[in-house]
């Protein structure tokens, strides 16, 4: 089965509150990255935290990593509805040479 | 500096007809990937070069698609003969290489959708 799911599949709030969004992978890594893809569009990356890191931010994104449980989680404080997008995790995985696992994905909408 | 270009951005095709995706890189990309995006499933791995050479093709469904990129820079994806369950996205990605193992961001393209009746 393809590692890397992400849980809620779809999720809808409210400009301003926060959305979390989760990935859990199977195998051992050298990073995970996510992605945000809007309607039509092609795939935007976010930010990428390495293996040996436990959390990361870049601007209203905060990324944790737990590798004992091998899962992530996307934080998006103050949503905005420019955030209403599909956001995917992806992993590279330990020995491959770049090659990214795509989890399903989960679509946030962000009401006005 | 131009982004990962795509042509073209949408094909329609019959079954049994070849379709040719190119894929341009950003300049000085020496991997590049490709991606496929069946309807309703997940971003699948497709193949994977390093300048001119295929360094892993483990995705590829079959061999009714072939990969190319010759010259090392722009890449060609032909599926010959498509069938329906071709139809979907298809993405390539490019990125530096010597940037060292766990440190490499993926720049996409915005894909071609290929839609096959």
Redesign the interface.
């Known amino acids: 089965s393809q590692q890397g799911e992400e849980d809620p599949q779809a999720l809808s709030i409210q400009e301003g509150e926060n959305a979390t969004m989760n990935c859990s992978y199977k195998t051992s890594i050298n990073n995970l990255q996510w992605y945000r893809q809007n309607s039509g569009r092609g795939l935007v990356h976010l930010i990428l935290i390495r293996s040996n890191e436990r959390e990361k931010h870049s601007g209203r994104l905060r990324v944790t990593l737990d590798t004992s449980k091998k899962s992530s989680s996307l934080l998006i404080t103050a949503s905005r509805a420019a955030d209403t997008a599909s956001y995917f995790c992806a992993t590279d995985r330990s020995g491959n040479t770049g090659k990214l696992i795509f989890g399903q994905g989960t679509t946030l909408q962000v009401k006005p | 500096e131009a982004g990962?270009t795509q042509f073209p951005s949408h094909s329609v095709i019959e079954k049994g007809q070849t379709v040719t995706l190119r894929c341009d890189p950003i300049s000085g990309h020496d991997?590049l990937?490709w991606?496929r995006r069946v309807m309703g499933?997940?971003?699948?791995?497709l193949l994977?070069f390093?300048k001119e050479s295929k360094?892993?093709e483990s995705?590829m469904p079959n061999n009714r698609f072939l990969a190319e990129r010759t010259g090392g820079t722009y890449s060609t994806l032909k599926v010959q003969p498509a069938e329906l369950e071709d139809s979907g996205v298809y993405?390539c990605?490019s990125?530096p290489l010597g940037s060292g193992?766990?440190?490499?961001?993926?720049?996409?393209?915005?894909?071609t959708r290929l839609t096959v009746l």
């Open positions: 990962v991997n990937y991606y499933k997940e971003i699948k791995f994977h390093v360094q892993d995705g993405f990605a990125s193992r766990g440190h490499n961001e993926q720049f996409f393209g915005p894909g």
